[in-house]
């Protein structure tokens, strides 16, 4: 997707990433519900969802898992969640796997089906997890959004991942990366997200001038 990503796919056997750091920002919530949780992943979001979700089920929730993407090759951990959750709800934008449509579609049914949900948790890109919390507002479900997507330096240093949550500021890194989804400012998270977009492609360019790089954008 853009330069970071590019080099990591240019590593080979045997290269290595010099420096990781971790963990970061606050732990999941994870505690014993009264009701079922819902777990929404949406694109590589369902990835970090996944972990999520086994927690719960850890724990002794019932988890409800609902996944989506574009399209069937980029469904993620299909297997890995319907190993401990028989309860997989799977939609893709084209039908190529699952029901065609929204993961919203596939929670509005949940939410009007089962009113002892507990907990709505959603990863995935910034305009699923508005959506999530326009459909969970009515229904009065506890709604978790994770604004990963935002994070940069991740320790709280180059305040790229500012946001706005129940009026006041917090970065995404330290102080999240998991917030009440009724509470974020998404029309300002999803500007401050491409805020740095001209640099992001300039660096891009730049580093396709220099390597061997198979990635298109």
């Not at 990781?20 to 369902?46: E, F, N, S």
């Amino acid at each position: 997707m853009g330069k970071t990503t590019a080099h990591l796919d240019t590593l080979t056997t045997g290269d290595s990433v010099r420096d990781l750091c971790g963990p970061l920002g606050r732990p999941t919530d994870i505690r014993k519900l009264d009701g079922p949780v819902i777990c929404v992943g949406g694109g590589t979001g369902i990835a970090a969802m996944h972990h999520i979700a086994k927690g719960h089920h850890r724990i002794g929730n019932r988890v409800i898992p609902i996944i989506g993407a574009r399209c069937e090759d980029l469904l993620l951990f299909r297997e890995e969640l319907r190993s401990f959750c028989p309860d997989l709800l799977v939609c893709t934008n084209d039908g190529s796997c699952g029901r065609q449509g929204l993961v919203t579609d596939l929670l509005t049914e949940q939410l009007r089906a089962d009113t002892t949900v507990a907990e709505v948790v959603a990863v995935g890109p910034v305009p699923m997890m508005r959506a999530v919390a326009a459909v969970t507002k009515p229904f009065g479900v506890k709604t978790t959004v994770s604004l990963n997507s935002i994070m940069v330096d991740g320790i709280g240093m180059c305040g790229a991942c500012r946001v706005t949550v129940g009026g006041e500021t917090k970065f995404a890194c330290v102080d999240g990366p998991e917030f009440d989804g009724q509470l974020v400012d998404f029309d300002e998270l999803a500007a401050r997200l491409t805020a740095y977009k001209d640099q992001e492609r300039l660096s891009f360019e730049e580093f396709k001038k220099s390597h061997v790089c198979t990635c298109s954008r």
